[in-house]
């Protein structure tokens, strides 16, 4: 990904939105006794199409951006986030996407990550929080519905940074030495 100007302007509109999204209008779903959360999603999409380093500064903002906004631990969620970011965007660096059930897939896993990274990073800082079946059960649903919300919202941001994809611009064949 060519990261100008404009296209950061995309990116930080993407996160914002994400963000906003999950504050304002996901925080109050519930499939199954989970909470959907597009913001790793959002992550790993960013991090799928524009690699390591991309994927890693989108994580942190995100979740400086989501810690700000709940007032919640300032860094937990950057430090997750950025971790899921950053392990997208080397999939992405070593491995090529040529199906499109990958990201999809790749991000509920990703966010089952997360989920479970956000927990155990909350229980080193000593929040007192009981862990039972019941929230390993809320962490694998946030992931079956991260791989949901996935089908839609990984094509809607490659739409959106489309014209920074080096993978998709036109291939121009060189013409051969005597051919006209």
């Known amino acids: 990904m060519i990261v100008t100007r404009r296209i950061a302007l995309r990116i930080g509109l993407i996160i914002l939105a994400a963000v906003i999204l999950q504050v304002s209008f996901f925080s109050y779903l ?32 995100a979740g400086f951006l989501l810690d700000s906004l709940l007032l919640q631990t300032l860094g937990v969620s950057s430090l997750v986030l950025l971790s899921i970011g950053y392990l997208a965007g080397r999939y992405r660096e070593g491995v090529e996407i040529t199906s499109g059930l ?17 927990a155990a990073v909350q229980l080193m800082l000593g929040v007192d929080a009981a862990v039972s079946v019941v929230f390993v059960r809320e962490i ?26 080096i993978d998709d611009a036109p291939s121009r064949r060189l013409l051969m030495p005597g051919r006209r």
């Open 140 to 165: 694998v649903v946030q992931g079956l519905l991260a791989v949901l919300l996935a089908m839609a919202i990984y094509p809607l941001v490659r739409r959106i940074l489309a014209p920074a994809l």
């Open 102 to 118: 990958i990201p999809p897939l790749l991000a509920g896993g990703f966010t089952l990550l997360a989920a479970a990274g956000f």
């Open 30 to 61: 519930s499939f199954l006794g989970a909470t959907p959360n597009i913001v790793p999603v959002a992550v790993v999409s960013l991090g799928l199409l524009g690699g390591g380093v991309v994927g890693a500064v989108c994580g942190f903002a």
